[in-house]
C-alpha cells in the first residue's frame, strides 16, 4: 500500500492526495490490528476523505514497546547535543518546506482555513526551532557540599512520553507536543485526533527524514476511547501530554492514578473573558479585536474570549459595533485562500453549539446576532458568529465551554464587579483587559484567575515572548506548564546524585 504519492498543487488545481491512515511504528507504516473503522468527512463539504481505524490496545503495545525499546537503546537520548540540535533543526526545515501541504490538509479534514497565519505549519516550524536551540541550554544545579562529596541536581528525560492532541490545530499542537519531548530525550508515541490525522501522518515521516533514529517517534491513530484509553492505561508509557476537552483531561489523570502514577500535562477547556473598562476610547480597535477572537478557526480555540465583559456605560455602543462585524462575516470553504471563516469540524460539533444556543435562550439571553447554520449547497457544516446580551451569570453560556463562535456579552458596574464576574466560571485559561488605566488594568491582571492575561489586547506589534514564554492553566483548564524552558522541563524527571569521594 502507496502512503507517500501526493499531488502538492495547493491552489486548487489538484487537490493534495489522501494518505491511508495506518499506525506508524519503527519508522514504518503498518496495518492496524482493528477492523472497525470510521470516516474522515471534509467539514467544508460533507464529502468522505478516508477510512480512519478506530484503534486497538494492540496497536498500543507495538507503538510503545518500539519506543520504549528506542529509549532503551539511548541512540537518541545519549546523542550528543549538537546532534541533536542539527536533527531537529532539520525537522524544523522539513516542516516549513511543507508547511503550503500541511495547512492544506488542516484545512480539508477539519476545517482550519488555508489563510489563518495562527497556529499554522509556520508557526510549528518556528516552535521546533526553538526546541533545537533550548538543548544545549537545559542545565542542572551545583549544590555546595563538604570537601568529601559533591551534590548535584540532573535532568533526566522522563522515557516514553504519549502525546494526545486534539484537532483544531493539527500540525501546531502536534508540534507542540513533540518538540519539547524529543528536545528532553524522550521518545513519543504521537495520537492524533481521530478528526485529523493527514498532517501527523506527514510530520512522523518528516522526523524519520530528519534523522530521529526509528522508534523514537511512533504514531498511533484511532478513537480516544481506545487509543486514549490505552496509551493512558500503559505501565510502560511514562508521561501523558495532553490537549483537549477537561472532561477527558479528567480520564487522563484517572489512568495515571490507575496505573503507574506517570506524569500527566493536561491543557484543557477555557471560558475567557473579554473585559473592557468604561474610560475606553477606541471602541472600533477593541470590537476588530474581539470579533477576531471569536470567529477564528470558528471558535474553536480554547484561549477564545468568548465572553465580553463591558463596563455598562460603554455597553451598548461597544455591542454594536461588534454585532455590525459579525453581520458582515461570509462563510466559505476552508481550502479557499480568500476563506477568513470556514466550517466547524462536525456535524456532531455544530449541533453540540446549536443546543448550547437553544440553552441560551431558555436561561434567559437576547439573542441578536446569528443563532443558526447556514444553509448551503455542499452540505458543508457552517454557523453563523452568534452573540447574546443581557446573558445571566448562571446561564450554561456564560459559564461552560462551547467550542464554537458564540459570544455572551455581560455588563459590569466597576472593577471589583469586572473581577468577579470574570472568576464566575471554574476555567482559567486566559483573559483579555482594556482600559487606558495601567492601575486599573493591573488590579485586573493580578486577580484574575488565568494561565495568560493580555493587557490592552490588540494584535501585537512585534514577537512579544516568541516561544519563549511558559504557562500553567488555572482549574479546569488543566494542569501542568507547557511552553519555553519551564515547558521543556516538564518533559524532564529531577534526578538528584549525590557523589561522595573522600
Request: net charge negative; charged share 20%; aromatic share 6%.
Amino acid at each position: 500500500m502507496d502512503t507517500t504519492d501526493t499531488a502538492t498543487n495547493v491552489s486548487g488545481e489538484n487537490r493534495e492526495e489522501i494518505m491511508d491512515v495506518l499506525p506508524f511504528v519503527n519508522g514504518e507504516f503498518c496495518s492496524s490490528s482493528t477492523e472497525a473503522y470510521m470516516s474522515s468527512i471534509n467539514p467544508s463539504t460533507g464529502e468522505k476523505l478516508c477510512d480512519v481505524p478506530e484503534g486497538s490496545v494492540r496497536d498500543v503495545d507495538l507503538a510503545v514497546l518500539s519506543s520504549k525499546s528506542a529509549f532503551d537503546e539511548r541512540s537518541w537520548v545519549d546523542a550528543p547535543p549538537s546532534h541533536k540540535k542539527m536533527v531537529l533543526h532539520r525537522f524544523g526545515d522539513l516542516i516549513a518546506a511543507e508547511a503550503d501541504v500541511l495547512d492544506y490538509l488542516d484545512a480539508l479534514e477539519m476545517g482550519k482555513p488555508i489563510a489563518l497565519g495562527a497556529f499554522s505549519a509556520i508557526s510549528a516550524a518556528a516552535l521546533m526551532h526553538f526546541y533545537a536551540e533550548s538543548i544545549d541550554k537545559l542545565s542542572g544545579t551545583h549544590f555546595n557540599s563538604d570537601s568529601t562529596s559533591m551534590a548535584v541536581q540532573r535532568l533526566v528525560p522522563r522515557g516514553v512520553v504519549a502525546a494526545i492532541t486534539p484537532w483544531n490545530f493539527p500540525t501546531y499542537n502536534a508540534t507542540m507536543k513533540i518538540a519539547p519531548a524529543l528536545a528532553a530525550g524522550n521518545s513519543v508515541v504521537l495520537k492524533p485526533s481521530e478528526l485529523s490525522n493527514q498532517s501527523s501522518l506527514r510530520i512522523v515521516q518528516l522526523g524519520l527524514d530528519a534523522g530521529l533514529p526509528p522508534g523514537v517517534l511512533n504514531l498511533v491513530p484511532g478513537l480516544g476511547a481506545t487509543v486514549g484509553q490505552a496509551l493512558g492505561l500503559h505501565m510502560a508509557v511514562d508521561m501523558i501530554t495532553f490537549t483537549g476537552s477537561t472532561s477527558v483531561g479528567r480520564h487522563m489523570m484517572q489512568y495515571s492514578g490507575n496505573s503507574n502514577m506517570k506524569a500527566v500535562i493536561a491543557e484543557c477547556g477555557g471560558k475567557s473573558p473579554q473585559i473592557v473598562c468604561g474610560d475606553c476610547t477606541d471602541l472600533d480597535i477593541i470590537a476588530d479585536n474581539i470579533v477576531q477572537s471569536v470567529t477564528m478557526n470558528q471558535g474553536q480555540v480554547c484561549s477564545m474570549g468568548s465572553r465580553l465583559l463591558v463596563e455598562r456605560n460603554i455597553e451598548a455602543k461597544l455591542t454594536e459595533k461588534v454585532l455590525e462585524r459579525f453581520e458582515k462575516i461570509a462563510t466559505g470553504e476552508a481550502t479557499d485562500p480568500n476563506t477568513s471563516y470556514g466550517p466547524v469540524v462536525t456535524k456532531q460539533q455544530l449541533n453540540k453549539i446549536l443546543a448550547y444556543i437553544e440553552s441560551g435562550k431558555e436561561d434567559g439571553a437576547d439573542l441578536v446576532c446569528g443563532g443558526d447554520k447556514v444553509n448551503n449547497e455542499k452540505n458543508g457544516n457552517y454557523i453563523k458568529p452568534t452573540a447574546f446580551i443581557n446573558v445571566p451569570e448562571t446561564a450554561k453560556i456564560a459559564r461552560e465551554e462551547i467550542f464554537g463562535p458564540v459570544l455572551s456579552v455581560m455588563g459590569f458596574n466597576d472593577t471589583d464587579d469586572a473581577i468577579r464576574l470574570a472568576n464566575s466560571t471554574s476555567y482559567g485559561l486566559a483573559a483579555y483587559v482594556w482600559t487606558n488605566d495601567s492601575r486599573k488594568g493591573l488590579k485586573i491582571a493580578n486577580n484574575v484567575n488565568t494561565a495568560v492575561t493580555c493587557l490592552n489586547a490588540a494584535a501585537p506589534a512585534g514577537e512579544g515572548a516568541g516561544h519563549a514564554f511558559s504557562a500553567e492553566p488555572y482549574g479546569m483548564s488543566g494542569t501542568g506548564t507547557e511552553g519555553g524552558m519551564a515547558g521543556l522541563e516538564s518533559f524532564c524527571r529531577r534526578h538528584f546524585l549525590w557523589i561522595n569521594h573522600g
